[in-house]
């Protein structure tokens, strides 16, 4: 995907195809963890001729953060067919939320016709086929299956299934959809971890609730929200305010209850951001041996660099300096 803002978010935005064939290698790129099988295979696409339209046309925007990819496209009518599989610890779930058109999912021996306002999700793991007459505009997404509860065998039940507002969580997943897919590109990026995460974990009520399974006990919700909230510090280190409270707001929650979350685990919330910026000056003493101290300090979050010389040493039993000679003599040791 062109294009990297902060945040590790990836987007490509309203690239326009006229050619069937170029749209399936970027939708095989773009939708990688769907496409991955070891033999390098990708989506094939052809256009499916319908009186008055005049040639193959598509339109895609794309945005991938933390692994998920959440994406629209607007296509004329055409059939997608991928005969790859994709090993179980890297497949993924592709989801579409037709908001116009029609489109027929077919695997497994299993076909569904998904018409628009309703949901469609096919299995990475297993070949496939899309087919429209219609062409659709459609919010679609990939989803690993690490980012879901575990469903067990019961990812069976998601291959070419299909889920409309009328039915169960559906009446409250599919609008919320239908709004993402309006407003995709401007929501994503001012709120793009938020975005996920709250997509996400409506698709696992959704899904859970059709193959009769319960979403994840509360202990590992926490443990992955705390592993959410590790990952956004490290890529914030540098920022000036990086308080419990803008913590606490770039994850919809109190400070209150991100601290609870980090005492559960027996830390603090400045220990966690505290060591972050340790290990990422560790890092930068080996990685540039001509920087100063100071400057170390500067690009791992500390301003003053006295403070950053005292809880250095306080942390690993050395000053920076120390540390970076050790590691000098550690290089120039003759081997034996």
Excluded at 106 to 132: C, F, K, N
Excluded at 133 to 140: A, C, I
Excluded at 208 to 234: H, K, Y
Excluded at 256 to 276: K, M, P
Aim: net charge negative; charged share 20%; aromatic share 8%.
């Amino acid at each position: 995907m062109s294009g990297q803002p902060a945040g590790g978010l990836r987007s490509t935005s309203h690239v326009s195809f006229t050619d069937a064939a170029v749209f399936g290698e970027n939708i095989t790129r773009v939708y990688r963890p769907v496409f991955d099988d070891d033999e390098g295979r990708q989506a094939n696409v052809e256009t499916v001729d319908r009186p008055g339209q005049r040639g193959f046309r598509a339109s895609l925007s794309a945005h991938e953060l933390d692994g998920v990819v959440l994406s629209t496209v607007d296509v004329t009518g055409h059939e997608v067919d991928y005969q790859g599989t994709v090993d179980p610890d890297d497949s993924a779930l592709k989801i579409y939320y037709v908001s116009s058109g029609t489109a027929v999912i077919r695997q497994e021996g299993r076909e569904q016709i998904v018409e628009a306002g309703q949901l469609g999700v096919h299995d990475s793991m297993q070949p496939y086929q899309i087919w429209t007459e219609t062409g659709f505009d459609s919010l679609v997404m990939v989803v690993p299956k690490t980012r879901l509860l575990s469903l067990g065998t019961g990812y069976a039940d998601l291959s070419a299934a299909r889920f409309t507002a009328g039915e169960g969580a559906g009446c409250l997943v599919l609008p919320y959809l239908q709004g993402l897919a309006g407003g995709l590109d401007e929501v994503i990026r001012g709120q793009g971890r938020q975005i996920v995460r709250s997509t996400v974990d409506l698709l696992t009520m959704l899904f859970s609730s059709a193959v009769g399974t319960v979403p994840e006990e509360p202990e590992l919700r926490r443990a992955r929200q705390r592993e959410e909230i590790l990952g956004w510090i490290r890529e914030h280190l540098l920022d000036a305010d990086l308080s419990p409270g803008r913590i606490a707001a770039a994850h919809l929650m109190s400070t209150r209850a991100l601290h609870a979350l980090f005492a559960e685990a027996g830390t603090t919330v400045g220990t966690v951001v505290r060591q972050s910026r340790l290990e990422r000056a560790r890092e930068l003493l080996v990685l540039h041996p001509g920087w100063t101290l100071a400057e170390v300090g500067r690009w791992s979050g500390f301003a003053d660099p006295s403070y950053f010389s005292r809880v250095f040493r306080q942390e690993f039993g050395m000053s920076p300096g120390q540390f970076r000679a050790a590691g000098r003599a550690t290089d120039q040791s003759p081997a034996r």
